[in-house]
């Protein structure tokens, strides 16, 4: 297919805007602390030699949620591929510290290169990958256009476009259809967008149905020691745990804390804001509340009626210590967050009814018995009292999510297996 004009017009003014955008991007990631030196990765500078013997699968996502969500698909075709080495390329500096903790064999990470020719061009001449894969929505013109063109096979996992997203390529239909002609394979994470796709002008034999691969994301890191400390702090404490709340449900949380202290006066609430940044303003409102409070980021240790985690990268260390997890991001239409990770901890799930991003999961563990939705705090209170005061039935919750997350390796092999035919990977095993 010829480039049509849209795409043509995008490959002219990127090679005018790249200095100013490389000055931005590097300048962000110089902010939040990473090295002239990787910073420079956004041109296209490599920091990391290519391995050879075997080949090099690159896999580009955007944010934190993308870049972790593929970390056990790695794994998997690692093991189906050992001579294999793969690449993770993502845009902050928060996405390539938390996959650093959590990297799988053979695996590094680059900050992903500009959508403008130098850039690219660099960047395909020293890395020479033999497969690439997108995650979600990460389409970028060029980066797709000159991938193909250096003759890389190449797939999407996990698509998905918001119905703006959507809207806006409609109206653009030649330049989607030169976009999506790349891959070799599309994998959606359900019914539904696999015939967006198609609508968009991908080639249906190649679009399918997946699985949202953040609901199989690997389990999250433990700081062993961490836990035990905090154990030791808790003694015989009953806690539960909020994590990723957003503004807007920590208020609710802490009112359905205050009630449940009326049952449980020793209970302890680990609160754990999506966004470490508004710690001081989460802190406010538990003080406001009436609650007592420690704090991680002041060296506490788990204790008062609430403890504040406003950090990134220790949830698992925190469920570690509650059979009982609240999502957030679910109270209001956020879309909600992963219930795979708590699953994998063996905690139960309560989360809000607002979970688009999650439905299919969020079904299949209701019907077990691993999750339950809530509407609003006073379900909140009444499911949760549920939970704390029966042993059995919080044991039984728990053992259902344990054996949910033990079900899904069977479906990620099978798009593992999916992943290294479609890409022409099976003859290097």
């Given amino acids: 297919m010829d480039a049509p004009f849209l795409y043509r017009a995008w490959v002219m003014a990127s090679s005018l805007i790249v200095p100013f955008a490389a000055r931005s991007s590097i300048r962000k990631l110089r902010d939040a602390g990473v090295s002239v030196t990787r910073a420079h990765e956004k041109l296209g500078h490599a920091t990391e030699e290519r391995h050879g013997g ?35 390329t993502s845009g902050t500096e928060t996405s390539a510290r938390l996959v650093a903790q959590r990297m799988p064999p053979r695996t590094f990470h680059q900050f992903a290169p500009l959508d403008a020719p130098g850039p690219l061009k660099r960047f395909l001449k020293h890395w020479r990958p033999d497969a690439a894969v997108f995650v979600e929505s990460e389409l970028w013109p060029q980066m797709l256009r000159r991938t193909y063109a250096s003759g890389a096979r190449m797939a999407m996992v996990n698509a998905r476009l918001s119905e703006a997203s959507m809207a806006q390529w409609r109206k653009m239909p030649k330049l989607s259809a030169y976009m999506l002609e790349v891959f070799d394979l599309i994998l959606t994470q359900n019914d539904a967008m696999a015939g967006a796709m198609v609508g968009l002008n991908a080639p249906a034999d190649r679009v399918a149905r997946g699985i949202n691969l953040k609901s199989m994301a690997g389990p999250l890191p433990i700081d062993h020691d961490a836990v035990f400390e905090a154990r030791a702090a808790l003694g015989h404490r009953p806690v539960w745990i909020a994590s990723s709340t957003h503004p807007g449900e920590e208020e609710v949380v802490l009112r359905a804390h205050k009630a449940l202290l009326k049952r449980f006066p020793d209970l302890c609430l680990i609160l754990v804001p999506r966004h470490p940044e508004r710690g001081d303003e989460v802190a406010a409102l538990i003080s406001g509340a009436g609650l007592s409070l420690t704090r991680r980021t002041h060296g506490d240790a788990p204790g008062g009626q609430v403890f504040l985690a406003d950090t990134l990268g220790e949830l698992g260390t925190w469920y570690a210590l509650s059979d009982v997890v609240f999502l957030g991001g679910s109270l209001r239409p956020i879309g909600g967050h992963n219930p795979y990770e708590v699953a994998q901890s063996g905690s139960a799930v309560l989360s809000g009814i607002h979970v688009t991003n999650f439905a299919e999961t969020f079904a299949e563990m209701e019907g077990l018995g691993a999750a339950q939705l809530v509407t609003d705090a006073n379900d909140l209170i009444e499911k949760l009292e549920a939970w704390l005061a029966d042993d059995a039935a919080r044991t039984k919750a728990c053992t259902a999510a344990r054996d949910f997350a033990d079900g899904q390796t069977d479906k990620l092999d099978s798009i593992a297996g999916r992943l290294v035919k479609a890409l022409g990977l099976d003859t290097d095993a």
């Fill in 54 to 88: 075997g080949p090099l699968i690159w896999f580009h996502a955007a944010s934190v949620g993308e870049s972790l969500s593929v970390l056990a698909l790695i794994t998997r075709i690692g093991v189906a591929l050992p001579r294999a080495h793969f690449l993770i």
